[in-house]
């Protein structure tokens, strides 16, 4: 497929926003590489780069062609890997995107018993806030996210959705683990250590907080939720995680307690794609795995 090599090569450049950067990454010369998306853009008669003094960026035309091409590459690794089913094998990659509340535990379990029936194929996994996760769908750079509240997005297409409840972290010597019903006014008398504002977890918190009219003390925030569990752990401070991430946290150090749910509603864990994409055979076949795993945890949520 060496017509789609300057295809790549303007995938590459747009996605590091530097020929020279782009060159070294596909280990060609940045003429060489300059050359060809000059030839195309004379081809389409349209710049589709603004090059400047300190790297390029796409123009107008650029946005438009850049899409074609990540549109057809996507197309490309569908086709690729239904000609590799068609030989009886199950090769590829699974693209996907994730909350960190299911990186810790249920992800990689999920994908380790996907891996013990097809061990040839392989997982990009990317760990995201819920935003970012559908702009790396919207931009062909996932085939799947697996996110907590997703925001609004026309081209997104829930495929399974489970709901999950809030709960409060903290070490299993705090006061509050001797609390058997945990309301979020209980919460504002500790200090707290959040998700940043971009996880939804967070975003539910503190649209709760507002609507109840508690404050909290805040005395950190981080997009790392290890680091939260740490100063649960070790700063004698309160975390918030779903459900999901709260059964891994729950150990001999660190306690997980569900918030009443006359504070605090449910959301939703939604594992979704591009709508009316065809996606990969691997990454459709991992869909109907994970949905099972994930139908098996809410059931067993439903049930406590």
């Not at 960026?57 to 068609?86: P, W, Y």
């Not at 939604?270 to 055979?281: D, E, K």
């Amino acid at each position: 497929m060496r017509h789609l090599r300057v295809l790549n090569y303007l995938d590459e450049v747009a996605r590091v926003g530097s020929i020279r950067a782009a060159a070294e990454r596909l280990n060609v010369t940045a003429s060489a590489v300059n050359r060809r998306i000059m030839d195309l853009e004379e081809e389409l008669g349209a710049a589709l780069l603004e090059r400047r003094p300190r790297g390029v960026r796409l123009t107008a035309a650029g946005e438009i062609f850049i899409r074609h091409v990540r549109q057809q590459n996507a197309e490309i690794e569908r086709v690729k890997s239904r000609i590799e089913d068609l030989k009886g094998l199950r090769r590829g990659t699974v693209r996907l995107a994730c909350s960190q509340a299911v990186a810790f535990d249920f992800l990689p379990r999920s994908i380790a018993a996907f891996q013990t029936r097809y061990p040839d194929v392989t997982f990009d996994v990317r760990v995201l806030d819920h935003e970012s996760a559908l702009n790396e769908l919207a931009g062909y750079r996932v085939d799947l996210a697996l996110v907590f509240r997703p925001p609004f997005m026309a081209t997104f297409q829930p495929l399974v959705k489970i709901e999950q409840r809030l709960a409060v972290l903290m070490a299993r010597d705090h006061p509050l683990t001797q609390s058997a019903n945990i309301r979020l006014r209980d919460c504002a008398a500790w200090p707290v250590a959040l998700p940043e504002r971009g996880f939804g977890g967070r975003q539910l918190l503190d649209e709760v907080c507002a609507r109840a009219g508690v404050e909290l003390r805040v005395i950190a925030e981080s997009n790392s939720f290890e680091l939260l569990r740490g100063l649960a752990l070790r700063g004698g401070a309160l975390s918030f995680q779903i459900e999901v991430g709260a059964r891994f946290s729950d150990d001999a150090e660190v306690a997980a307690r569900v918030i009443d749910g006359r504070d605090m509603p449910r959301g939703e864990l939604v594992l979704g794609q591009l709508r009316g994409r065809n996606l990969p055979v691997p990454s459709a076949v991992f869909v109907e795995h994970v949905g099972a795993d994930l139908r098996a945890l809410n059931s067993s949520i439903s049930a406590r």
